[in-house]
């Protein structure tokens, strides 16, 4: 399971010939991408805030 959401967020994947995804449905793929690595930048700076104001 973790190989397939690491599959899906690599921006360098190979795209197939038989897929004929519209434009729409690419920048869908894009956007989400982009707001998942948003979140995890944002827990993960949520982390080191709280880290930091332990010591």
Do not use: C, P, Q
């Not at 004929?20 to 920048?27: G, H, L």
């Amino acid at each position: 399971m973790i190989k397939k959401i690491v599959t899906y967020l690599t921006f360098w994947k190979k795209d197939e010939a038989n897929e004929t995804a519209n434009f729409n449905v690419k920048v869908m793929h894009k956007i989400n991408k982009i707001s998942i690595f948003m979140f995890l930048a944002a827990i993960i700076f949520i982390g080191v805030r709280y880290l930091i104001a332990l010591f």
